[in-house]
């Protein structure tokens, strides 16, 4: 690979005055089971054959690789499978899988990544280099490669052109150009002209990634300090690299039914009086909701795990009352711990178990408590500790935990979080500083409260939320894109926000639905409370001080639209909750960008306004409030208009613009523009008032006639982990049509599981249905 002229000089200026080092040129190939020893100098290069398709690259400049530690692999996720086989020749070597060929240049040392047939599908622009502790690794790029991920970034889908630096931070009343936030994910899906790759530098220490920002024919990647250890996952297809991606870093849970409800939230209920007047309006007025937030001033004083009574006297019976109601209470619990003679801080400083001063005090940060310590999460004795802390509130019925201000956020500090020297005792023994750990720390967070939720509840799916995480925090909690504002613009990034979020290993997400800071139009937060029927976790939720945000407010014609929606998600739950079932067993999000259903399709590839639902309904929402009308991109193929049940006739888009079909529309306040892929299977079931409410009537199949023509059902009990013993019920649905109509076939069950549905009804475009008993086994359905 030639290094461009332009990069060169670059390093060359760099090298002159001291800054970055190359590796210098290959001096050994030694092949070894399962990877590839590349000597240069006195660094060593580690190549593993991790699978046919990813491939893990450690580097060791001293020619000393540490211990092999990682917060984000699940166990022996990286263990070796696969075995190369070495041809090396005088100026390169070339190491093969049966399904990548990484060749390596030996002067200047630079990898590049072939598939099977030697096309290249990624390469070192330039030597990867060293400034002391500091690393960067510099990739070729063209004007078409589209670089997708690094979980809650701001801006478009597509992060071409832009430049990123991971560090966890409290990024309170954020807007566009704001970065960094609130997680480190640095893992990105690359794609050109269809074909995906993705690569995860998995180092927890402050990294920065530019997508030609600096310069238009090449990327980099670096960190501050710590290891270059990255792995190439081949696709082709991006959800193949989605996939194994996961695999490493751990798959989402499948999560409780109730969490696909709609959920209501605020900064804060100050009362239990005001909790239950809320869940009775709810009720009142027929709309449907599964979940209550409790924000930190139920607490007394804002100390976590206490509750004060003088605004909850009967917080227990009130969690019994809203659980009979259908509703499910999650509480927050703030990271930190109260420095006040109270149980969780006196006991903590009885166990050892919180962060230190390099003087081996006890570091003191100043939150919403006042005082506050912190649990040293990187080792088991902080998590257990912390996770034991949720006996009670689970004894009361609490179904769920919102773990904030995880980054860690620590107020009155220029950097907004603890002194990067303060001291925590890893799991593997020594000791580290928050400057490695800053960004694992969220996770850490979660996962102490994800395993004390299971030991406390052992067969009940746990439900976190947090603000902060790392790649691999998925596996932990549920997240939202934090605090958002009250505008339209907010409403329009978070789209792409969420949709990147999906492809970086967190398909679980949602963002505060109508903006947390401020106050939205009537308009805005009914478009909001629309578009947000199509978010994986969705919840309503403002800050102190703004008005009320419940569905109801701005008066009935509101009411009856954002009613019309929060409906449709309930309808919407057995295809919804099919779509969680895939999400959990392959990683491929619920919320999906265009290309990773159609990564062919170029005019695709930066669309960061419109979404699919699971495989099969394209939603294309209003998301500027001056503009009319709009056009939307139509993928490939025939549509139908969801309301209508009319095919659509988009239009074709001139080559110039980009080629492809656009279909330009007005939607009137009550409408979300929502298309049906023609060949789809969608089950839908009748409105309840909560998950917890049994569906009156027949299961829905709406059925779109087209080709590929096909669905899914699935049901389980929704809340326990009986699935996992094969308690649940998993169905594939085909279509044909013929001159007599159309035949419905379901294929025989998979699982044991008896779902709540008696009945089927089938319904075509055009109005024609038929009604017949569900078999619970093999079965086709005519309709004439």
């Not at 078409?144 to 990123?164: I, Q, R, S």
């Not at 600096?214 to 501050?224: I, L, N």
């Not at 059925?703 to 059902?713: E, I, K, M, S």
Request: charged share 20%.
């Amino acid at each position: 690979m030639k290094t461009t002229f332009l990069a060169l000089l670059l390093f060359a200026s760099s090298a002159a005055f001291g800054e970055w080092h190359h590796l210098g040129p290959v001096t050994g190939i030694e092949q070894r089971p399962h990877s590839v020893i590349v000597t240069a100098g006195p660094a060593e290069v580690e190549i593993i054959a991790v699978s046919d398709s990813t491939i893990r690259v450690r580097v060791a400049p001293d020619g000393k690789l540490g211990p092999d530690h990682s917060w984000a692999i699940v166990d022996h996720a990286n263990d070796p499978k696969s075995a190369f086989k070495v041809v090396d020749e005088t100026k390169q070597a070339t190491l093969s899988t049966a399904a990548v060929k990484v060749v390596i240049n030996k002067d200047p040392l630079q990898i590049s990544f072939h598939d099977a047939q030697g096309n290249v599908i990624n390469a070192d622009s330039m030597p990867m280099a060293f400034d002391g502790p500091q690393f960067r690794v510099w990739k070729a790029m063209s004007l078409d490669d589209h670089f997708y991920g690094l979980g809650d970034k701001t801006g478009p889908v597509d992060h071409h052109n832009y430049a990123y630096t991971n560090w966890n931070t409290d990024a309170y009343a954020y807007q566009e150009g704001t970065d960094p936030l609130y997680k480190d994910i640095p893992f990105f899906l690359g794609m050109k002209h269809g074909v995906a790759y993705g690569i995860f530098l998995d180092n927890t220490f402050r990294s920065s990634f530019d997508f030609g920002k600096e310069f238009r024919d090449q990327y980099s990647f670096g960190a501050e300090d710590g290891e270059l250890n990255y792995y190439f996952i081949d696709g082709p297809d991006p959800k193949q690299v989605l996939e194994q991606y996961i695999d490493l870093t751990g798959h989402t849970p499948l999560p409780p039914l109730w969490t696909l409800g709609f959920q209501q939230s605020r900064y804060s209920y100050m009362s239990e009086q005001r909790v239950l007047e809320v869940a009775k309006k709810f009720r009142d007025l027929k709309i449907p909701a599964d979940a209550i937030y409790l924000d930190i001033d139920y607490q007394i004083q804002n100390r976590p795990f206490t509750i004060n009574r003088e605004r909850f006297p009967h917080f227990e019976q009130m969690v019994k009352q809203l659980g009979d109601e259908g509703f499910k209470v999650v509480a927050i619990t703030d990271l930190h711990i109260a420095k006040a003679d109270y149980p969780p801080y006196n006991e903590g400083m009885k166990q050892n178990v919180f962060v230190h001063n390099p003087d081996g005090s006890v570091y003191v940060g100043k939150v919403w408590p006042g005082d506050s310590v912190f649990v040293d999460f990187t080792n088991e004795k902080g998590r257990q500790f912390w996770g034991s802390l949720y006996a009670e509130f689970v004894k009361d019925g609490v179904a769920g935990f919102w773990n904030d201000m995880n980054e860690p956020s620590i107020f009155f500090t220029p950097t907004k979080t603890m002194p990067l020297d303060v001291v925590q005792h890893p799991d593997w023994g020594g000791v580290a500083t928050q400057r490695e750990i800053h960004n694992v720390f969220g996770m850490l967070n979660t996962e102490g409260t994800w395993e004390g939720l299971t030991k406390l509840r052992p067969n009940v799916r746990p439900v976190v939320l947090t603000r902060a995480s790392y790649a691999g925090g998925g596996r932990f909690a549920t997240t939202w894109t934090g605090d958002n504002s009250s505008t339209w613009n907010h409403m329009r990034i978070s789209i792409p926000m969420l949709l990147n979020l999906g492809v970086s290993g967190f398909p679980m997400v949602g963002d505060d639905i109508g903006g947390y800071r401020g106050a939205p139009t009537p308009e805005l937060l009914t478009r909001w409370i629309e578009l947000g029927a199509f978010n994986p976790i969705y919840r309503d939720h403002t800050e102190k001080g703004s008005p009320d945000q419940e569905p109801w407010v701005h008066g009935p014609e509101q009411t009856d639209i954002r009613r019309k929606y929060i409906d449709l998600r309930y309808e919407m739950l057995p295809y919804s909750y099919a779509i969680a079932d895939e999400m959990s067993r392959t990683g491929i999000p619920m919320m999906r960008p265009l290309y990773l259903e159609y990564p062919k399709e170029e005019d695709l590839a930066t669309n960061s306004s419109e979404f699919l639902w699971g495989p099969d309904i394209l939603v294309a929402p209003k998301v500027e409030n001056f503009l009319q009308p709009y056009a939307i991109q139509m993928p490939a193929g025939e549509w139908y208009d969801y309301w209508t049940n009319q095919k659509v006739t988009p239009g074709k888009v001139p080559e110039q613009d980009g080629g492809g079909q656009a279909l330009r529309v007005d939607p009137p306040l009550d409408v979300l523009p929502i298309f049906v892929r023609a060949g789809a299977i969608i089950p839908e079931q009748p409105v309840v008032q909560s998950t917890s409410e049994t569906p009156q009537g027949p299961l829905e199949l709406r059925v779109y006639p087209g080709p590929d023509c096909h669905g899914v059902l699935y049901a389980d009990d929704g809340s326990t982990l009986n699935y996992q013993k094969g308690e649940y019920l998993r169905q594939s649905i085909t279509c044909e049509s013929s001159g007599a109509g159309l035949t419905v076939k379901l294929a025989a069950p998979e699982g044991n599981y008896v779902p709540w549905w008696k009945e089927l009804k089938v319904m075509v475009p055009g109005g024609r249905s038929v009604t017949v008993p569900y078999l619970h086994a093999a079965q086709s359905v005519d309709v004439k």
